[in-house]
């Protein structure tokens, strides 16, 4: 399958879904059963990501990393590790998505044990825990964005018809138990700031563990369809970047690269101005967090019936715009009730972006070419996040009369609203039920 095969195809049929194969009663069961096994696997990795990825910054912030230091934990693994995506389409077809999915996740599951040694080394004087960190946490990065193609393609072919609504109920009800682990890990880590920080930190890294162990156990419970790969699925990196700014689903995946590198100007040092600027224990910092997790949640079914209704692209537009002004209001006070109100705001428009964004990749994309696009958009992606965060480190340096913290919240919200206002209007509607509703 050589990259020149896919001269043949058209910008059309290299993006384009295509209507799925009817399928058996036996099959159907299974793939059933498979969609609710799949929420069970998702509430365990939910516990992962309350106890563990939801405080890998303000973990950061407790080992004395320097801003600069941050914004590199931040910037090496996002540049890093989606480039280990180009790698799963080609080892997808030789073993199959669980193989890749199962083994990888239980791996990166192991690394919540490396990030407990770190907090043990730190707690004992090691000067170099903010280095171990960065190390591990980019093999963390590594793992995931490896195993995340085969899972969005295995995953493709398990869901309904109605994407947008199962997505909403998954992501609702795992939503719910990281709002609860996060809580919950905050109440912890507060209890055991004025006894032993590291240690308090050490024991929420197990529980992600523990949680992220279980999760890769259910994915051994998981239906596996069978992948076809038609002969010239294949195209290069080199082709895709070729071709994206003559065909729509190129056009979406600079949107959301572009945006990407806007918002994590700011991004990664949300959790430093709360911690070092504000000066919030763990209780605040996690209820400001959480404003916007528990609005997402509480708002993500709503979105779903939206945008299987209505399209994608109408909520795209809205939530692209939105997005935009959560970096610009983050500029306005420190108050906490504030950023409480806002944390809502964010949290609304957030969840209506990511189901608007994950149901765009699914109708814009063939099944047989889902992993090779995650890939490639990750890479993209990946590069934002580097050259975002590594700015924004670099603009924390420099003193341009205001607050440093403010300063690059204005500059997130306004660049990222310019470069809003310019994708949005290139890109199409791709969901040929709205297309056909629409006239």
């Not at 909403?168 to 006894?195: E, K, P, Q």
């Not at 523990?210 to 290069?236: N, Q």
Request: with cysteine.
């Amino acid at each position: 399958m050589q990259n020149s095969t896919i001269a043949a195809h058209t910008t059309n049929t290299l993006f384009t879904n295509a209507p799925s194969s009817k399928r058996d009663a036996k099959e159907e069961a299974q793939l059933e059963k498979t969609r609710t096994i799949s929420i069970i696997e998702g509430l365990f990795a939910s516990v992962s990501s309350g106890f563990g990825e939801a405080y890998i910054s303000a973990f950061a912030v407790a080992i004395n990393s320097s801003n600069t230091m941050i914004s590199l934990i931040t910037a090496v693994p996002n540049l890093i590790a989606p480039i280990s995506q180009a790698f799963t389409p080609k080892v997808m077809e030789k073993y199959g998505r669980k193989r890749i999915v199962v083994p990888g996740v239980f791996i990166q599951a192991c690394m919540w044990i490396a990030f407990a040694i770190v907090a043990f080394l730190f707690m004992n004087g090691f000067q170099y825990s903010p280095y171990l960190l960065l190390l591990f946490f980019t093999i963390y990065a590594i793992l995931g964005h490896f195993t995340a193609p085969a899972w969005l393609s295995w995953m493709g072919d398990i869901i309904p018809e109605n994407k947008g609504e199962y997505w909403g109920m998954r992501s609702t009800i795992c939503g719910i138990m990281v709002i609860v682990t996060t809580f919950a890990a905050g109440v912890f880590l507060d209890a055991f700031n004025n006894i032993n920080l590291m240690f308090g930190f050490a024991i929420i890294f197990l529980i992600s563990f523990v949680g992220r162990t279980f999760s890769s156990y259910f994915f051994t419970k998981h239906y596996e369809p069978k992948l076809k790969l038609p002969e010239g699925y294949y195209f290069s990196f080199f082709d895709f970047i070729k071709r994206m700014w003559g065909n729509n689903y190129g056009k979406y995946v600079m949107f959301i690269a572009l945006g990407t590198f806007a918002g994590t100007i700011c991004g990664p040092f949300i959790a430093v101005y709360m911690l070092r600027g504000l000066q919030f224990d763990y209780i605040l910092f996690t209820v400001v967090t959480l404003a916007a997790s528990v609005a997402n949640i509480a708002t993500l079914p709503l979105w779903g019936k939206y945008v299987d209704k209505h399209g994608d692209l109408k909520v795209l537009w809205l939530t692209g715009i939105g997005v935009c002004f959560g970096p610009l209001l983050w500029a306005v006070s420190g108050n906490v009730y504030y950023l409480v109100a806002i944390q809502v705001f964010n949290g609304i428009v957030s969840a209506g972006f990511g189901i608007a964004t994950t149901n765009y990749f699914f109708d814009a994309v063939t099944p047989q070419r889902r992993s090779l696009c995650s890939a490639y958009s990750a890479i993209l992606n990946g590069v934002g996040i580097f050259f975002g965060s590594i700015i924004g480190g670099i603009l924390l340096l420099f003193d341009f009369g205001i607050n440093p913290f403010i300063f690059i919240f204005l500059v997130a919200g306004i660049l990222r609203l310019i470069l809003s206002l310019a994708m949005l209007p290139q890109i199409k509607e791709v969901n040929k039920h709205i297309i056909a509703a629409d006239g």
